[in-house]
């Protein structure tokens, strides 16, 4: 305990903590939170019964959505949870919890080995492809507030500090400094109990919400469209295992080496990294070719972007025109696209 920050230790010794590092034997349904993310915390009943999660990040940085007040504000509003209405002990489970190394990607590693949150990822889209089930739609999962107009102060994740105009927020009343108390069932107290209600929300319809304007309780419908989950996901690194690979990587280049090309700074143009996969290899490309797209298109993004641009956009066997820019010269190769080997 002496290792926790002084101002949230106090707080920590109201719970029993407990840190999983391997996602081995974890039960899902349970521990369900965003695999994607380094860190997450749940707050829980021993019972099984959640009162609520912490943790979150956008496509920005990993650090921009979490802070150690916004962790105490939703450790606190747990612990009133817990003392106000402790849940009775639920019946035995009647069948055995539903793991990662149950599906049948777990089992090509090592039984020694530990499966990564991302895995989950990776495990489940494997399984889904395997079945006929899969939808490109599945990627995008834990939706961001900003996807209903909202953004959320990071000190206290339930108070909305932003409300986008003709958004679904703002098209049911909700204002600045407005409380979040309920978002498609789950109670709210943070970042993370936000993107778990948006999670399970509908692709389209009527996403039902409580929140609490100048002390006044107010209960209405987000209504959500058709694609309305959509955001920038290219920081996810369970996307690393979608096909096909884009087979090119690097650095972007800066705003001058790009304006002495006379390419706008956001322009896609990056330069290929040491390593060159044989498919690009075959293709033609070089280290240090400078990637500007594909197909002629104009694409407005970086190279991380790119990468899911293409998983996103083009299939397997797909035949695609890659545009670099070599010693000055701009060069169109022809290059199929493939799959990754099982990890």
């Known amino acids: 305990m002496a290792r926790l920050d002084s101002s949230i230790a106090d707080l920590a010794r109201e719970f029993v903590l407990l840190r999983v590092t391997n996602m081995r034997g974890i039960d899902l349904d349970l521990f369900d939170f ?62 055995s919890p539903r793991t990662a190394d149950q599906y049948r990607a777990a ?38 507030p900003d996807n209903i107009g909202i953004r959320l102060d990071v000190n206290q994740g339930n108070r909305i500090i ?27 107290a943070s970042l993370a109990d936000v993107q778990y209600a948006l999670h399970n929300a509908p692709e389209q319809g009527n996403v039902p ?17 058709s694609g309305w989950r959509k955001t920038d996901i290219s920081w996810r690194w369970s996307l690393r295992g979608l096909d096909p690979q884009p087979d090119v990587h690097g650095e972007d280049l800066g705003p001058g080496d790009k304006k002495a090309l006379g390419l706008s700074e956001k322009s896609l143009a990056f330069r290929q990294g040491n390593f060159v996969s044989a498919t690009a290899r075959q293709a033609g490309l070089r280290q240090n070719d400078v990637i500007l797209g594909v197909d002629h ?7 991380r972007e790119f990468d899911v ?34 990890f």
């Open 34 to 95: 965003d695999y994607d993310l380094t860190w997450a915390a749940f707050f829980m009943h021993p019972n099984g019964t959640v009162y609520g999660r912490y943790g979150g990040r956008d496509a920005n940085a990993p650090e921009n959505q979490v802070s150690l007040d916004g962790l105490k504000f939703a450790m606190e509003l747990a612990l009133v949870a817990h003392r106000k209405n402790t849940p009775a002990r639920p019946a035995a489970p009647k069948k």
């Open 107 to 144: 089992k090509r590693l090592k039984e020694t080995s530990c499966i990564h949150c991302h895995q989950v990822y990776d495990f489940r889209r494997e399984a889904l492809q395997t079945a006929g089930k899969w939808r490109l739609e599945e990627v995008w999962v834990y939706p961001q």
């Open 162 to 188: 932003q409300v986008s105009k003709k958004s679904p927020a703002d098209q049911i009343g909700m204002k600045r400094d407005d409380t979040l108390v309920k978002l498609n069932g789950t109670a709210i």
């Open 209 to 225: 919400v409580t929140w609490n304007h100048r002390q006044q309780m107010n209960h209405d419908f987000l209504k959500v469209a």
């Open 297 to 303: 298109k104009s694409l407005m993004m970086s190279a």
């Open 309 to 342: 641009f293409m998983r996103l956009n083009y299939r397997v066997g797909d035949r695609v025109i890659l545009n670099v820019l070599r010693d000055g010269q701009r060069v169109d190769l022809p290059m199929t696209l493939a799959a990754r080997n099982p």
